[in-house]
T-cell receptor
Framework: GQNIDQPTEMTATEGAIVQINCTYQTSGFNGLFWYQQHAGEAPTFLSYNVLDGLEEKGRFSSFLSRSKGYSYLLLKELQMKDSASYLCAVQDSGAGSYQLTFGKGTKLSVIP | SQTIHQWPATLVQPVGSPLSLECTVEGTSNPNLYWYRQAAGRGLQLLFYSVGIGQISSEVPQNLSASRPQDRQFILSSKKLLLSDSGFYLC???????????FGSGTRLTVV
C-alpha cells in the first residue's frame, strides 16, 4: 500500500516563493507526479520526477529524494491564478495499470 | 491529438435512482482507463481501472460498477444511488504509463 502526506492548506503572498512538501511511503515506486486543481475543475499535470533531483519548468520546480520518500513543489513569482489545490501522486512500480495514488492535496491561497 | 470527453458535467439524482456516467477517449488506442471519486475534503479515490475491453478491476467495495464495452469507452454505473455516492467523479486515461494521467472535465454528482 501507499501513504502520502502533504499539508492541508498554505497561504502565500503574490510575487513570493512557496514550497509545498510531500512525503510518501510506498511498497514500490515508479515516479512522483504533481497536479494542479482549480476549484470545481479536473486536475492538470504539472511535473513528473522519477530520479532524484530537481526538475525545473518555468516558474514551477519539483524535487525528489527517493531515499527519504520526499518531494516538494516550488512555485516562484506567485500569481493570483496560482490559487488552487496541488496534488502529490505516486505511481506504483508493481501496478501493471500504472495506477496513481493521490495525496489529499494542499490548498494554496495567494493573497495580494 | 488525444482528447477525453466526460458527461454530464453536473447531475442531481434522488436516493435509490440509477446512475450512468460515460467517458470516451479519442486519438489513442488501447488506453488504460480509470474512474476516480473526489469527495468534499478528501483526496482522489481510485474506484475502477481497466487495461482493456471487458477488463475491469475494482479498488473499493461499493454499490458502483464499471464497464468497458469498447476500447475507448468507460462507463460508471449504479443500480441504486446512496447519499454517500455524492462527489466529483473523474475519468482519466494513460498509455505510456510514465507520464501520469489526463483527466476528463469531471461530473459533479449530488444525491438528494
Amino acid at each position: 500500500g501507499q501513504n502520502i502526506d502533504q499539508p492541508t492548506e498554505m497561504t502565500a503572498t503574490e510575487g513570493a516563493i512557496v514550497q509545498i512538501n510531500c512525503t510518501y511511503q510506498t511498497s514500490g515506486f515508479n515516479g512522483l507526479f504533481w497536479y494542479q486543481q482549480h476549484a470545481g475543475e479536473a486536475p492538470t499535470f504539472l511535473s513528473y520526477n522519477v530520479l532524484d533531483g530537481l526538475e525545473e519548468k518555468g516558474r514551477f520546480s519539483s524535487f525528489l529524494s527517493r531515499s527519504k520518500g520526499y518531494s516538494y513543489l516550488l512555485l516562484k513569482e506567485l500569481q493570483m491564478k496560482d490559487s488552487a489545490s496541488y496534488l502529490c501522486a505516486v505511481q506504483d512500480s508493481g501496478a501493471g495499470s500504472y495506477q496513481l495514488t493521490f495525496g489529499k492535496g494542499t490548498k494554496l491561497s495567494v493573497i495580494p | 491529438s488525444q482528447t477525453i470527453h466526460q458527461w454530464p458535467a453536473t447531475l442531481v439524482q434522488p436516493v435509490g435512482s440509477p446512475l450512468s456516467l460515460e467517458c470516451t477517449v479519442e486519438g489513442t488506442s488501447n488506453p488504460n482507463l480509470y474512474w476516480y471519486r473526489q469527495a468534499a475534503g478528501r483526496g482522489l479515490q481510485l474506484l475502477f481501472y481497466s487495461v482493456g475491453i471487458g477488463q475491469i478491476s475494482s479498488e473499493v467495495p461499493q454499490n458502483l460498477s464499471a464497464s468497458r464495452p469498447q476500447d475507448r469507452q468507460f462507463i460508471l454505473s449504479s443500480k441504486k444511488l446512496l447519499l454517500s455516492d455524492s462527489g466529483f467523479y473523474l475519468c482519466a486515461w494513460s498509455v505510456s504509463g510514465n507520464y501520469g494521467y489526463t483527466f476528463g472535465s469531471g461530473t459533479r454528482l449530488t444525491v438528494v
